[in-house]
């Protein structure tokens, strides 16, 4: 059974208001609701509701008898009622029986919430959908000296002991809002305070709850979220609207983070960091992701989507938000950078295998497997090519007319972009099948050079490949920013450019474009999708030389790491196709002395190193063999580490900065070193092993403590032995440094060690990071091993995800999208793998799950 996109029909009646009351107890909460409810269309009252305890149900105060209502084990639907009414609803929950953590769960002794999508219909009768939205009224009672601290939406209202140990609290949210926004916090906290001005000069109390005793670690979620708070009055004009905004860190849950309203709930991996304990990606996942969250208050929260399939409405275009915050704090070539590397490996992966879809589905099967690089990443990437597209001008006022006309309502892909076409004046219908086609374009360059009338002539080409369920494709407006450069990387003048760059817009299958130069030159070079401006792949014939030559010129930071990154992939299987052959050496030399030339620029540095992953290459070869992938990876690795050595050694030999501060030029010092300690290791030499060690007894900060273990973890020594084990003895109290002790054994390791660590006795089937420490840190990062021919890591991971999804559907169903790629694998692993998934198919397994593995056999 699946929801569509073209069945979308209104809610017939309107809940202005609704009071929720809960008593709080881990076992058996009593939730009840009162709700003033007024029909808009005809048709049946139908509530959703799952696994909920009906004690009452009254209309305008009487009690209904059970011929008055058909009940089901999802939904509530009232027989007949007037059109207007107040319905009350009195039902029993067990949160501490809620080991899928969605609705109202236990985790670490506390109460915690997460409703998106689906989660509110566990907790009481309600329409619980998106385009519902309702005035919430909180109350809520517990014992006092378990629970002292409660929380929900908005802001508090009354608060009070009862005679019986008991006290309770009333929270009021003023605007309307989706029930998948709902949230409820109970327990004993510590809390880090602070407060904001708005810029309409409405005062803000702030606060990060966080485990006892822990409350500086929150010291740096809170700077982050001021800097967001700023940051999108600055950047949209956009002001917070409560004068209480509260985070609260959780030990178990299953996504990164929630947006809910006035009181954002984290995944405690992105609230806590200490400057021992957390690495610079950890200060800075936890900067981007508090922004995200925050940053939905206006893009989510008071506009939010009108249906699931509208999702990258709100989550592409807030991930647009946190990637543009994170460039304006930090290094905007170095963000661009990782933002595609993080597209490339989850989003093209996801859109060349068989759960490609859509950025705007038109049908579903479980909503929760939705939350995907294609719904986040491409969503985003749509909006980057937009503000090409209609440029940035046109962009910032679509914006604000977006902001002012559709605030306090449940949009569409199709309102948002109204906004465009009327900043723009440009008919965006077009631009829109972006949203309706999965696949990733491949855009084809050919040029040729006329001398006589110094003319450069581009033929540009698309082809959208075949998706699941999409056959064939229209073509899509692909805006390329291009410039054309001498071989000494000045900018050649084109008839009709400023500034020496130019917006080329591939709308039609085929074009043609005379780029006619200013002056007199050579044959100029072609720089083109600078910035990675369009999400597509681009396929040129070029030559190593004319690669190198190209690199050499270039102007734009992400086409120069993005050509070494071609040559590095070309180098790869060519090591790959011959076995004997020895890394050529002018790639290395010219690989190398771009990191020495610059140094100046560390974390750019850092990332020009990153030969690219093996799941990158992946889509690059069908029949894949990832083992022998990794091997002719770690041959180009090792040279280039050969060629590094000395630049190693002096980088290493000085200081790791200090004081230590999180920010992000210190954090490219640390990337750079951390990169010198990984190119050590790929030297793969005893000496490198006692280097690893002294620089592991050495590192002031987990970054590089980290990048070391991570090192030494293939070797065979025992430096490497002790050093893992004085990692764990150092930090066996801290559960999220233990995750990464977890992850960086299993992202190196074989499946035994994947075995091996998930019979630990740390390991925890009912802690979501904990799983992923080992499930995913294995499938998802280290592919030779897990797709190694023997099976192994087939079976390991499958028998994880079988105990996963007893109890946690999507934390399962999200474990075996690792397996998308199995079609590409070759022959050995590629039976393995199905024969995995066959055995999990007849097992019965969870809704979630079971989407996934019908879609992924399919
Ligand atoms: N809206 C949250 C965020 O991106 C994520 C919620 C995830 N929910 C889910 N069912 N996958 O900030
Ligand atoms: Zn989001």
Not at 14 to 42: G, H, N, W, Y
Not at 396 to 415: H, P, V
Not at 536 to 555: M, P
Not at 748 to 769: C, E, I, V, W
Request: glycine share 6%; aromatic share 8%; net charge negative.
């Amino acid at each position: 059974v699946s929801v569509k996109l073209e069945e979308y029909t209104p809610y017939p009646f309107e809940i202005d208001q609704v009071s929720l009351d809960f008593s709080l107890e881990p076992s058996e909460t009593r939730v009840k609701a009162r709700m003033t409810v007024r029909r808009t269309q005809p048709g049946p009252l139908v509530l959703d509701g799952v696994k909920l305890k009906l004690n009452e149900i009254r209309l305008d105060g009487k009690t209904l008898g059970p011929d008055a209502y058909d009940l089901t084990d999802e939904t509530l639907t009232i027989r007949a009622v007037p059109d207007a009414f107040v319905l009350e609803t009195d039902v029993t929950i067990n949160p501490s029986a809620n080991t899928a953590l969605s609705g109202l769960y236990i985790s670490g002794g506390r109460f915690c919430s997460q409703c998106e999508a689906t989660g509110f219909r566990h907790i009481t009768y309600w329409p619980d959908r998106p385009d519902v939205m309702s005035r919430f009224h909180v109350r809520m009672d517990a014992d006092k000296s378990k629970y002292p601290i409660l929380l929900s939406n908005g802001t508090p209202g009354e608060s009070g002991d009862h005679s019986d140990g008991r006290h309770y609290a009333e929270w009021d949210d003023p605007h309307p809002k989706p029930s998948y926004l709902f949230a409820l916090c109970a327990g004993d906290y510590d809390v880090w305070r602070d407060t904001f001005t708005t810029m309409n000069g409405d005062h803000v109390d702030l606060g990060v709850y966080v485990d006892k005793g822990q409350a500086k670690s929150a010291e740096w979620a809170m700077e982050s979220l001021k800097a967001s708070m700023k940051w999108d009055e600055e950047r949209f004009g956009r002001a917070y609207d409560l004068g209480v905004f509260n985070i609260v860190a959780v030990r178990d849950f299953n996504f990164g983070a929630m947006e809910n309203k006035g009181l954002n709930i984290f995944n405690s991996a992105y609230v806590l960091a200490s400057q021992e304990s957390a690495t610079d990606a950890d200060f800075e996942a936890i900067e981007s992701i508090v922004g995200h969250e925050y940053f939905h208050n206006w893009t989510g929260n008071r506009i939010t989507c009108r249906d699931w399939f509208q999702l990258c409405l709100k989550e592409g275009l807030t991930v647009f938000r946190d990637q543009e915050f994170s460039s304006d704090l930090r290094s905007r070539p170095v963000q661009r950078i990782k933002d595609v590397m993080r597209l490339r490996a989850r989003q093209f992966a996801e859109d060349a295998g068989p759960l490609a879809h859509p950025a705007r589905p038109s049908k579903y099967g479980s909503i929760d497997n939705l939350y995907t690089g294609t719904v986040y990443e491409k969503g985003s990437e749509l909006i980057r090519a937009l503000t090409v597209f209609i440029g940035i001008d046109a962009f910032n006022k679509g914006m604000q007319i977006y902001f002012n006309e559709y605030d306090g309502t449940a949009s569409t892909i199709e309102d948002f972009y109204s906004c465009f076409e009327k900043a723009s004046g440009k008919d965006l219908s077009q631009f829109r099948l972006w949203y309706a086609q999965a696949g990733t374009p491949e855009v084809k360059v050919e040029e040729s050079w006329d001398a006589a009338s110094s003319t450069l002539t581009l033929t540009l080409s698309q082809k959208i490949p075949a998706t699941p369920g999409q056959p064939t494709k229209q073509p899509v407006p692909i805006p390329l920013r291009t410039a054309l450069l001498d071989g000494k990387g000045a900018h050649v003048g084109v008839e009709g450019w400023e500034n020496g760059e130019g917006v080329i817009v591939l709308e039609d299958e085929k074009m043609t474009v005379d780029l006619k130069l200013t002056g007199t030159s050579d044959k100029p070079l072609l720089s083109i999708n600078r910035q990675f401006s369009a999400p597509v792949r681009i396929d040129r014939e070029l030559s190593n030389e004319a690669l190198l030559e190209l690199a050499a010129a270039e102007t734009d930071p992400f086409n120069i790491w993005d050509n070494f990154q071609t040559l590095a992939r070309t180098e790869i299987f060519r090591l790959l196709d011959n076995p004997q052959s020895p890394p050529d050496e002018a790639l290395v030399g010219a690989l190398g002395d771009a990191v020495r030339s610059n140094e100046s620029d560390p974390a750019f540095a850092a990332l020009l190193t990153a030969l690219p992953d093996i799941g990158e290459l992946f889509q690059h070869r069908e029949p894949v063999d990832p083992a022998g992938l990794n091997d002719a990876r770690k041959r180009l690795r090792k040279a280039l580490g050969e060629n590094l050595k000395a630049d190693a050694e002096r980088i290493l030999a000085k200081p790791s900065p200090a004081p230590f501060k999180p920010n992000a030029e210190q954090a490219g010092i640390r990337a750079l070193r951390s990169a010198m300690i990984g190119l050590t290791g790929a030297l793969d030499t005893a000496d490198a092993s006692r280097k690893l060690k002294s620089l592991f007894d050495a590192a002031s900060n987990m970054t590089e403590s980290l990048a070391c273990l991570r090192t030494l973890v293939p070797f065979e020594t025992a430096e490497r032995d002790e050093v893992i084990e004085t990692f764990y003895e150092t930090w066996k109290e801290n559960p999220l440094v233990i995750d990464k002790w977890f992850a960086v054994q299993v992202g190196q390791g074989t499946a035994d060690d994947a075995r091996r660590l998930s019979q630990h006795p740390d390991f925890d089937l009912s802690n979501p990071n904990r799983v992923r420490s080992v499930a995913a840190a294995f499938s998802m990062t280290n592919l030779a091993a897990f797709h190694a021919r023997d099976g192994e890591g087939h079976k390991v991971i499958g028998d994880i995800i079988l105990e996963a999804d007893k109890r946690n559907p999507a934390l399962a169903a999200r474990l075996l999208t690792s397996f998308e790629q199995w079609r590409k694998l070759e022959p050995v692993a590629k039976a393995s793998a199905e024969k995995v998934l066959k055995d999990l198919q007849s097992q019965s397994l969870s809704k979630n799950a079971s989407d996934i593995l019908a879609r992924a056999l399919g």
